[in-house]
Structures are given as C-alpha cells and as structure tokens.
C-alpha cells in the first residue's frame, strides 16, 4: 500500500466555503468554516441581518422503533421530547438534542463534531430494546439559520405556518424547504432566535444557496462555526462552548 | 412650462419634494415620486398613451386604477406595463407598443377603417379561400396580434421571490369597510393579515370626499394594531381551494393560508355605452378623482359629467372645487335633482350619444331621452369638451368572491350575496352595501365575525347595517337607436363592439359565456372586471331576456394580469449533487441531469475514456445509485418474494444481479445486491427508480408484517467505481487487504478499508472489465477518489462520465432499465429468463410472468449491427417490415472497441435470430441491419471476472 495522506471529511459545502473565502480548518478529522470574517464581525451580523452556518459536520443518530418512548424517557426524562415533535436538550458525553420526529423515531442530534461519546452512551441504553439506531451524520445536511429574520427567511421556502408548525420554544417538523423533505427544529441553544434546517446531503449546496437567496433582503449572510460558539447557550452542567 | 394640468391640489400620494424623471417615446417626462406613469404623462398634457388591441384605435387613461388595458405601455424591457399602476422611479424608458411608425401615427389604423373586413369571429370566416392563402394571412395575422414584445435574448427576471404568510383572518381591501373590520377582528384576539392595493389605507376616501360624515369616523380608527399586519399595494388575484390567497406585492408572490377570509374590495364604475366611447379623454368618475385627489393632476380643462346615479353631483363638485369648468351635468334619469350647481347645465333625461374628435375628445353629442328611454333625436346638441367623466352605479368588485362560488343577483335594492361559501365572507360595497357608515358598520360586523371563525370570542357582536335601497342601480347600457356611424365599445381590452355582440347573437352565442369565447369579452388585461356587467346587461337587451335570467361568466384567477416571472418565482428545482461535484466540475466535467442528480456526462472525449477504461484504469462517480440496506430474522425470504431470484440461498459475502418486477410482470428496476450477514442484504438500485425501489420495499415489508428494516443509505453513501485492466493493481495501492481474483473473486462483496476509509466494497463489473464498486460514508468519498486518482495518475488512469459507461455497457450488451425497456417490458422479453427462480412458491409478478411464459414471447431485445455505417439511425428509430413497424432501436453508439456502430434493438421474437436481417426507417431511407450475438465485446467474460 502506497503512503496515504490521512483521510478528512468534507461536509457538501466544503468547496463553496472555501469559494466564499472561509478560514477552513480542521477539526476531529473534519474540514470546517471556521468563519469568514473576524468573530465579532459575524457575530454582529447574525444579530443584524442573520447568520447561517452549516453543520452538518455534526453528529446525527436516528432512533427508529416501538421502543423509542421508553428510550425518551431513559434519555430525557419527561421532557419535552416525550411527545412527537417534541425537542429536548440533554447531555450524554457532551450536549445533545432530541428530536422526537414521530411516535417510533427520535433524532439526537450532537452538538459536536463527533458521535462518538454520543454513540457509546447510545450503545448501553439501547441494547436489548427494539429499536434501530442508524447514524445519519453524513445523510443530512444541517444549517443553523440564526437571527431575528428567520421567520421571514424560512416564509420564502416553505409553505408550512412556521408558529403553528414549531409552537413554543422548542419544536420539530418536517416539511418541504425549497421544494424538498426537510426537518425544521426550534430549540433554545443559542442566545438569538434560530431554526436549525437538515437536509439530504445531496440538496445540501441547493438548500444553502435557496436559503441564502431568502435572506438576501435582510442581510443573511454565511457565518462559521467560530461565531456560532459565541452565541450558544451553556446546557445546565455543561460549558457554554465545545472545543 | 405649464401644461394646464398640474392640481392646485397636492396628491396625497405625492411626495412634492421629490422630482423625478423618465422619457414617454424620446420626450422627457418630469414627475413627482409617488406619482403614476400615467398621471405624470397626463400632468404633461399627453392624453393618448396607447393603441387598441384590433382596429389601433388611440387609447388613454380610462380607470386609472388598472382595471383596464387602455393605458399598457413598454416600461424599459418589459411589455404590457399599465402605466396607470407604475409608479415612477426615475430613469425609465418608456415607449408605446403595438403602433407602427408611430404611436401618433399608426399605419395600423387602417384596420379601423376596413372593420367589414375584420367582423367578429373573423379568422372563422375570412382569408380562408383560396385555402392557399390562409398560411400567408395566418401568420400576418399572429404577427399583428398580441400586445408588447418581450426581449427574447434578455435574460429572465431574478429579482422576484415567493413568500408563504399565515394568518387567522385576511382582509382583502383597506377601505373603510375592511379597515374597520381588521381592527373588530383584531381587537378581538385574532392574527389579521391585510391586503390593501393602494400604498396608503382608505380604499375610495383617500379620493372621494363626498362621504364627509365617513370621512370623519375613518379619520377616527387607529392606523395600526399589534396583532394587524397591513401590506400596503399588495393586490390579491385569486382565492383558491383550502383558502389560499394569491397576492403581488412589489416583486413579491404572496402565497396566504388563511383560516377566514374577508373580502372588501369595494365596487368599481363601469363604462357607459355611446359612439367612440374609447376616445382619450373619456374616463370614468374614479379615475378624474384619483387623478386629483392621488397624484394631483387635472384630468382635464372643460367637463362633461355623464351619469345615472347621485354620486355624479358629488364629482361635479369635486371637479368644480379643483378649477376645472364642468359644462354640463348630463343625467339619464327623468327625475333626477335638477338643482343648479355653479355653472354647470343640468341636464336631466338626456344621455351622451356620440364623443366627437378623432385623436382626444373634442366634444360631445348629447340628446335628450324620452320616457321611455328611447332618444328623442329631436332634440340634440353639441358640447364642447376635453374631458368626459362617466359616474354610473357602482358595480361590486367581486370577481375573487366569484371564484370560490359566491353567488350575486341583481335586484331592485341592488346587488345582493345569494350565496355563500364557508370561510370565506363579504363586507361593505362588494356585498352591496352603499351608505358608508353602513359599510363600516358592516365591516365590524364581518370582522367580528371573522374572529368567532378563527376560535376566538367577542364580548359584544356588532349590530348589522340595514339594508338601504340602492339608487339608480341600473345598467350603463342602452342599445343604440341612431344610425351606427361610429363604433359602440363594450370591451375596451379585446375592441369589441355593440355590432359584435349582435351579430354573436344572431349566430346563437347568445349567453355571457358563449358570447365570451366568440367574441373575447373578458379575454383581456381587465379579464371582465370592466366589461363583464356591460355585456351580461347587452347580451340580456340583445336576447330580450330579463336581467336576473342572464348569468354573467365565470370567475377564474388570476384576476389580474400578473407576471410570469412572479408565478416562476414560487418553483423550486431541486438540484442534487453528488459529494464529488467539485472534482468533476474542476475536470471540465459536461453536466447530465439524471433523475434530478447532477451527472458528468462526459469530460470532453468520450473515446479517450472508452480506450481508459478497456486499457488502463477508469473511475466514475455513481454515487447517485440507489443503496438500501435490508436486514432482520425475515430479510431473506422479504428479497425472495420481492424479486426476481433467489435471495435466502446467496452465500455470505457473494453478489448477485437483483431485477424486480411490479405485480403485474413489467420489469421495474435492476441492481446488485450482496447478503453481508446472514440477516442483512444490501441492494442497489438504478439512479432513476432508487426513492421508488425503497418505497416499493417499505410498502411490502408492511403488507406482509415482515420482521425487516430497510435503511436507505442512498445520499449517506458515496459510490465510485473503479474498472478497468490495471483495477486490481490501482485498488492494491489504497488497501491493506487482498483484493486477488482468488480471495475477492467476481461477484462478492466486502467491508474493508480503502485509503484509511472503512468501505464496503463490490466485486461486480457493469462495463466489462474488472471492477470494483467502493461505497463509503458521503464525507470521505472525496478522499477516496483524489487517493485513487493521484495513484492511478501513472497507470493511464482517467476519470469517465455517463456516455463513456454507456459505450462500454453496450460493448458488453447490457441493458438500461428505462433506456432499452418501457412500461410493458417483462424480464421475459428482456432475456433474464434464466435468472428468474419460478421454483419460489411467490414472488411479486410470478403469475402473470407464468402466464406469459406458457404464451410465449412477444418481442425480444437483441444485440445489432449496421450493414452500412452511411446512416446512423437515432435512438427510437422505428424497425419496418413491409411499411409496417415491428420494433424499435432502444440503444445505438460507435464503439471505439469494435470500431463499428452496434446498438440494441426490439424484435419480434421469431425474427430475433443471430444472423438475421432487418430494416431500421431514417427520415425516410431503409437502413440495413444485422442481428448480432452479444455481449459484443469479451463474450466469455474472461476480462470481466479475471
């Protein structure tokens, strides 16, 4: 075998990051946008205009089956995630969010770049239950869409009531975002209004330039990962920011 | 220099400080910001803006508030725009259209002279004898119809956009009626969404001041609500199924779900009926007071008021307090109030019968009407004028109720709902209420109303107006009883005249609907809004049928002319793109669309690849093929009922082809499919049918409560394919395993790690040689090929696109599901007989595939080549025996390989034999053909499983 260079993911806006002139660094065996300009800059435009950062180098674990309740409940007690579009912020080996996306299916979502703390808690929960655990890290595109326009942004895409679809502050959907299956969630990480937006990663590209172009009257504009850390909120027992 | 026509007034929605402006046919025009092309046009004395649609007739401001097509002009690159409704930004370009030379001098108003020549219905009767003429004035007559040129090189507008809005209540209209049912509904708790077309709210009191009591309250309603939401020129044109609203707003398409809609639009005037009634000059009561009172323009020096109800008094005054001289009052009505006003004549039971002047209004003839409503022609005369003000009986605008199936009559008291539709309701002028204390009133009540709909509750339910009678509710048409020297216009938009809905008549159309697609009523930019009262009144005089028996015509959105590029804007085309998008797209890739996905159809020679492949090493991106992992304690016996083959008795680690039927025997899709476990299968799919394969898979695994889970990995998982003689030796160099043909032979699969990457990978070949299908987690699939390329860079290695697997599959006599098969196709006729285990008590198609084996087969899908390469035949391309056809050519390419054409073709299964000939029709000429054993290429398969 001939000398290999280490293998490094690329999320599907890799190319157009680094296109759109961000800093892409490498994180837990990742290549992400650590911003495109300085902190304060971004952060101040995600509270001007808005802020949209992709994550979709974040873990994401699908559970499927009858004994996703009883799961939601082990995982979270009785949160809000105990019913369908419920979402719930937890920690389990660092900050996770649970989706409850339907009766027999929760998607936690890592707030990290790595599954790996999340999928060796999943492993003894899970084991002996009915239910099917598929890691959807590199089958959904994610994207933070940030900012107090984002009411306005998501109404360019989607037909769906945005306060009747995700009441409250934390709340799942799934609905159609620029003509295609997406999941829509509201949680309350972050110290500014957001709605985090997954995709097939094949869309992934498509759904960030049709979101980008919804913005546009407002002043959306791509910011990194760097300044997404700023505005996250601390989880009861866990840093405000990862590593 | 004064043109006489600025207002002493100032329009109120006029910003005076502000100068802008723009060019009307080379002439540079000033405006005010916030002033209407047309009101800027007609402050500078330019009455004529525009062409009629058939005789060229010269056309001004009529409506001033676009309900007409009287005022369409060519704003910069963009036909059709009504000047009445753009307002002016500054800079514009401005131009007539359909005039030729000149929009004061149009050649083609020679039509209005030769209108014998052009009777209704005339492309049914005329210019076709000889019947070869009919080509040469058929495209004349396509050249000189239509309205406006559009920039066919222009590129398309994209500054319009889509917005999807919610609300509990929507109000259609900001007038007082909507605006006063906005704030009830509100203040009783429900999200109120408002829709007002003007960029202020007031609907017709920001410039009717004859209401002043009105007047008084509106000034008294808040002008905003927390829980309101007001978007100012936003004009709603259609109400469609579920209460979706249709709205434009700037280059804005509005998408609305509402629970409850209300719909104020008010009423509109409508056009009265007399010779040259089109003149520039003549315009509707509204449209003078929008003028003055909106843009502050005069709309003319000298007037005539024609009317048949009160409010022409009122526009006497109006016109008289802004220094215009009224001359005359004119009023159909025997008894009308006959008190003098100013200097103004008084003229009771008298009607105007003639407008006079050939480019604008120079006067008019008017005469007096007997009592019977007949013309006393003996008593007539002639005013001097340049302005004609029509004010009939307001007419309710209400073609978006219309549309949901509100049903409206016209009685003695006026018009009236007779019919109503849930979830959707009516206040104010548009439900027929005149008084406008009345319509407040009424609209508190509706919004009110409105709010209980949507779960909310008042403390109070407002009182409902009385009814009040509706004075002079009568039609603005009166047939004709002088000679007709001049033409009658009822539909201002299409140049249909009285004389045309005559003779409609007389040839039977004889009903608004049928009179309507003779005639093409309606069919304009008003879309009947002007004239669908006019002629349901004409076609019940003509028919001397009573008024309530005569329907006026359907309802359809949109109900007003709105931009294709804003309807484009609510379409979304998904684009799918492969992880390894970028890599192709640096290598000059030539992009395919494939069942959504990007593809690269090639990278510029085809050929090139096609030898790579055959003689070195080619990788290609087939990540868009379907991928779906199947497993459980029933995975195994699930495959077996749903394909073709034998699934439960596959060896762990061994492949095999995967073709499945629908229940009906057609052949659905193909793949490859290795069992990895002895209860976990992994399938692929075509690019084309993979959401439809998994869709298929889930729906039997319910059906038959299956213990089985499919997972599809199609987007998680990148795929590429490396083939190709040197395949193994390429693989080698990224690998710590053994990939040797003995310890990973020909159709088995594998999980491995390929350059640092856990993969799985497959043993299988599509194209002839060895191959090697690496399917790894999305995110790396760019490592794993930039390995693959830099190692292989020495070894000949080139990356191939669609076209080139294409070549190299036919090399090899493969077939493409949807390419060389179609909706009858079964696996029978396809020659996958042999694969086909009908020794399994069940499997999806079995029956009829049974059936048709006993029958025998149809056709037969053969391998071809061409005797003589002279003519190459298309795809498709028809096989004729005898004239008649009895197959078709499904694929066809030149191999570089065999370095001749050779293609796969459908026959008739006894003329499918090797060796023999047929026929193939191109354009015309019989190209001959040879049925050829296939594969074409490596038959025995030796360089495959090597």
């Known amino acids: 075998m001939a000398e290999i260079a280490a293998a490094l993911a690329r999320t599907p806006l890799a190319t157009w990051h680094a296109n759109a002139g961000a800093r892409l660094v490498e994180a837990n065996g990742w290549l992400v946008p650590a911003g495109y300009r300085t902190v304060e800059e971004e952060v101040a435009a995600m509270e001007k205009g808005g802020g949209l950062v992709e994550i979709s180098s974040f873990g994401k674990i699908l559970l499927t089956g009858s004994a996703v309740p009883i799961l939601s409940w082990s995982l979270m007690g009785m949160g809000a995630a105990m019913k369908p579009h419920g979402v719930h912020a937890f920690a389990a080996n660092g900050p996770v969010v649970g989706c409850r996306l339907a009766e027999d299916q929760l998607l936690l979502l890592a707030s990290a770049l790595t599954t790996m703390g999340l999928e060796q808690y999943l492993a003894n929960i899970c084991r002996g239950q009915q239910v099917s655990n598929n890691n959807l890290t590199t089958t959904l595109a994610g994207f933070w869409l940030i900012g107090s326009h984002v009411e306005a942004t998501l109404r360019c895409v989607t037909d769906i009531s945005l306060r009747a679809a995700l009441p409250g502050p934390a709340a799942c959907a799934q609905t159609r975002v620029a003509g295609v299956h997406a999941i829509l969630i509201r949680s309350e990480e972050l110290t500014l209004p957001a709605v985090r937006v997954y995709v097939g990663w094949d869309v992934g590209e498509y759904v960030w330039e049709s979101l980008l172009r919804a913005g546009r009257e407002t002043g959306l504009a791509a910011v990194g990962l760097e300044a997404l850390e700023r505005v996250r909120k601390p989880l009861p027992g866990m840093p405000a920011s990862m590593p | ?946």
């Not at chain 2, 052009?118 to 309205?147: D, N, S």
């Open chain 2, 1 to 946: 220099m004064s043109t006489g026509h600025e207002s002493p007034l100032r329009g109120k929605l006029v910003d005076d400080t502000r100068a802008l402006s723009f060019t009307f046919e080379g002439r540079p025009i000033q405006a005010r910001a916030g002033q209407t092309l047309g009101a800027a046009l007609h402050a500078a004395g330019i009455r004529m803006l525009s062409r009629s649609f058939k005789y060229h007739r010269p056309r001004g401001l009529y409506c001033a508030a676009g309900d007409c097509g009287n005022c369409l002009v060519q704003v910069d690159d963009q036909p059709n725009v009504r000047a009445c409704l753009h307002a002016v930004q500054g800079g514009e370009t401005v131009s007539a259209q359909h005039a030729w030379p000149a929009l004061g001098f149009d050649l083609m108003r020679v039509v209005d002279k030769l209108d014998w020549l052009f009777p209704v219905g005339f492309y049914y009767k005329r210019f076709h004898k000889p019947r070869w003429a009919w080509p040469f004035f058929e495209r004349w007559l396509r050249k000189a119809a239509g309205l406006g040129r559009i920039d066919l090189d222009g590129s398309p507008a994209e500054d319009t956009r889509c917005e999807h809005l919610h609300a509990e209540v929507c109000i259609i209209g900001a007038g007082p009626t909507g605006w006063s049912a906005a704030l009830e509904a509100a203040g009783a708790g429900a999200e109120v969404l408002v829709l007002e077309s003007l960029p202020r709210i007031g609907g017709h009191l920001l410039y009717d001041d004859s209401a002043r009591p009105a007047l008084d309250a509106f000034s008294t309603l808040p002008t905003s609500h927390p829980r309101i939401r007001l978007l100012t020129s936003a004009t709603a044109f259609g109400i469609y199924e579920g209460n979706l609203i249709g709205a434009v707003q700037d280059r804005r398409f509005l998408k609305i779900r509402a629970q409850h809609v209300l719909v104020c639009t008010g009423a509109r005037q409508q056009p009265f009926v007399f010779q040259n009634n089109d003149l520039p000059g003549i315009m509707l009561g509204r449209a003078a007071q929008r003028l003055l009172q909106l843009h502050g323009v005069v709309p003319g020096q000298r007037a005539v008021v024609l009317t048949h109800h009160d409010s022409g008094r009122a526009l006497v005054r109006q016109l008289q307090a802004a220094g215009i001289a009224v001359v005359a009052l004119v009023d159909q009505r025997p008894h009308a109030d006959g008190a003098p006003l100013g200097d103004a004549r008084m003229l009771t039971g008298a009607t105007v019968t003639s407008a006079l002047g050939n480019k604008h209004l120079k006067g008019v003839r008017i005469c007096k009407l007997n009592s019977d409503g007949t013309l006393d022609t003996t008593q007539q005369q002639e005013i001097a004028c340049d302005l004609l003000c029509l004010v009939s009986a307001p007419v309710p605008a209400n073609e978006l109720l219309r549309q949901v199936g509100v049903r409206f009559t016209l009685s003695e008291g006026g018009w009236r709902i007779v019919e109503g539709v849930t979830g959707v309701s009516a206040a104010g002028a548009v439900a027929g209420t005149q008084d406008v204390l009345a319509q407040m009133q009424e609209g508190r009540r509706r919004g009110a109303e409105a709010a209980v709909a949507s779960g909310h509750s008042v403390t109070t339910m407002p009182e409902v107006p009385a009814l009040t009678a509706t004075p002079g509710a009568v039609s603005a048409f009166s047939p004709a009883l002088l000679p007709r020297e001049q033409k009658r216009f009822l539909c201002l938009c299409e140049d249909v005249t009285e004389k045309d809905c005559q003779q409609a008549v007389a040839e039977g159309f004889d009903h608004p609907e049928t009179m309507k697609r003779y005639t093409s009523t309606g069919m304009g930019v008003c879309q009947g809004r002007a004239c669908s009262e006019i002629v349901r009144a004409a076609c019940s005089q003509l028919t001397q049928r009573p008024s309530g028996e005569v329907k006026g015509t359907t309802s359809r959105p949109p109900a007003v002319p709105v931009e294709l590029s804003l309807l484009a804007a609510s379409s979304f085309h998904p684009i799918r793109r492969t992880p390894l998008h970028a890599l192709h797209q640096n290598a000059g890739a030539r992009w395919l669309d494939a069942a959504g996905w990007q593809r690269p159809e090639s990278y510029g020679d085809v050929r090139a690849e096609v030898r790579a492949v055959r003689e070195a090493v080619g990788l290609i991106d087939v990540s868009t093929l379907g991928k779906l992992e199947v497993f459980g304690p029933d995975a195994g016996d699930f495959l077996d009922r749903v394909y073709l083959n034998r699934w439960s008795n596959l060896a762990i680690g061994k492949a095999r082809y995967a073709a499945l039927c629908l229940e009906d025997g057609v052949l659905f899709d193909d793949g490859i499919g290795a069992r990895l476990a002895a209860e976990q299968y992994y399938l692929t799919t075509t690019t084309g049918n993979a959401e439809a394969v998994y869709q298929w898979l889930e729906l039997w695994r319910t059906t038959w409560k299956m213990r089985v889970t499919i997972v599809n990995h199609t987007v998680g998982l990148g795929a590429i394919n490396v083939t190709g003689p040197r395949a193994r030796e390429l693989l080698a160099r990224v690998i710590r395993w053994d990939a040797s043909a003995a310890e990973f032979p020909y159709m088995t699969a594998r999980d491995g790690e390929v350059a640092g990457v856990l993969c799985r990978v497959l043993r299988i070949g599509f194209v002839g040689e060895v191959g090697y299908e690496i399917h790894c987690p999305s995110a790396y699939a760019w490592h794993i090929w930039k390995t693959l390329s830099e190692q292989g860079m020495l070894m000949g290695l080139k990356p191939f696109g669609v076209e080139a697997q294409r070549v190299l599959r036919l090399e090899k006599g493969h077939l493409i599901i949807g390419q060389d098969t179609d909706a009858l196709t079964t696996p029978l006729d396809a020659g996958l007989e042999k694969l086909i285990d009908f020794n399994k008590p069940a499997f999806l198609g079995r029956d009829p595939l049974m059936k048709l084996r006993a029958r025998g087969n149809r056709g037969r899908l053969v391998g071809f080549t061409l005797e003589d390469p002279a003519t190459i035949p298309d795809e498709g391309c028809q096989i004729v025996e005898q004239g008649q056809s009895v197959g078709r050519v499904s694929s066809i390419r030149f191999s570089p390989t065999l370095e001749k054409h050779i293609g796969l073709a459908w026959l008739p299964a006894d003329r499918a034999q090797v060796g023999n000939r047929f026929t193939i029709r191109v354009l015309g000429a019989d190209v001959p053909a040879l049925v050829a054993d296939r594969p074409f290429y490596d038959p025995r398969g030796d360089r495959l499983k090597g």
